[in-house]
């Protein structure tokens, strides 16, 4: 048994001004069998500014829902993957300043069993251009420092690589 992750982080990029709704999101390091990591690329041109992120697929965990349950249809949604949920890995609370928002991120690790339709939603497609990026582990790695140019994916990049170096520490110890 494993001891999950807890990671508290600011926003060191935008100025504090109040905090006013948490959100609950449900994320996951998904891997296939022959060591690739499947991201989501998003392209975005908005309060952030001008920025192409690399992120684990993931969303918000709606009403009533089980954070299992939330996992499985955000990556259905957002990679069309069928994945077995192998355990979760921790979760990273972090703060958007510019929207007045705290992250509550809840990590899993999951392995894909098969991949078919995405389902995105209209944002999705066409406010941040979302694409699915199938990465080995340091190209993953060096694509989040190198998307950490911007504002936005730094907070980004702070958030997820301690994650994705947990689940790959998981992945070479079998879990």
């Known amino acids: 048994m494993h001891k999950e992750l807890k990671i508290s982080l600011q926003d060191t990029e935008w100025k504090y001004d109040y905090i006013d709704h948490d959100r609950n999101i449900a994320r996951a390091f998904v891997y296939d069998e022959n060591g690739y990591f499947y991201f989501v690329r998003a392209n975005r041109d908005d309060d952030f500014g001008k920025a192409t992120l690399i992120e684990t697929a993931g969303g918000g965990v709606e009403d009533g829902e089980d954070l299992i349950a939330a996992i499985k249809r955000e990556l259905k949604e957002e990679l069309g993957a069928d994945v077995e949920v192998v355990c979760k890995i921790g979760v990273v609370s972090d703060y958007y300043n510019l929207i007045h928002r705290h992250n509550i991120n809840n990590y899993f690790l999951c392995r894909v069993n098969s991949f078919g339709d995405k389902n995105l939603t209209e944002d999705e497609i066409n406010c941040f ?8 582990y340091e190209d993953a790695v ?14 980004v990049a702070n958030r997820e690589l301690p994650v994705l170096y947990r689940a790959k520490e998981m992945i070479d110890s079998g879990i």
């Open 129 to 136: 251009h979302l694409s699915t990026l199938k990465l080995l």
């Open 142 to 155: 060096k694509e989040y420092e190198y998307r950490s140019n911007t504002r936005l994916g730094k907070l």
